[in-house]
């Protein structure tokens, strides 16, 4: 059973920077695409970012502001989050195939 938890959610001002992790378990990472998705209430889920053993893709609305990384032996993935604007607030949500983690919440507001 793979499992994915999420961390390092917070509230920080705009122009700010975050760091989301996600511990991955019950999986042989090499073997996914792993991603991040994000929910703001009242609009519909927004995928940010994933990255394969060789690519990544960004949404163009976080493009040249958050990275994606994956450690393969420490069985994490992160999302650096930096430029950090009043919009990106959401649940942030990392997944891999149909699995996905419970979520973190990120708030941007001064």
């Known amino acids: 059973q793979v499992q994915l938890v999420e961390s390092g959610g917070g509230l920080v001002q705009p122009g700010g920077s975050l760091r989301l992790s996600c511990d991955v378990s019950g999986a042989t990472m090499a073997y996914y695409t792993f991603g991040w998705f994000r929910q703001a209430p009242g609009k519909e889920r927004e995928g940010v970012s994933c990255?394969?053993?060789?690519?990544?893709y960004y949404a163009d609305s976080v493009k040249g502001r958050f990275t994606i990384s994956r450690d393969n032996t420490e069985n994490t993935v992160y999302l650096q989050m930096n430029s950090l604007e009043p919009d990106d607030t959401a649940v942030y949500y990392c997944f891999a195939g149909d699995y996905w983690g419970q979520g973190t919440q990120v708030t941007v507001s001064s």
């Open positions: 990255i394969s053993t060789s690519d990544t």
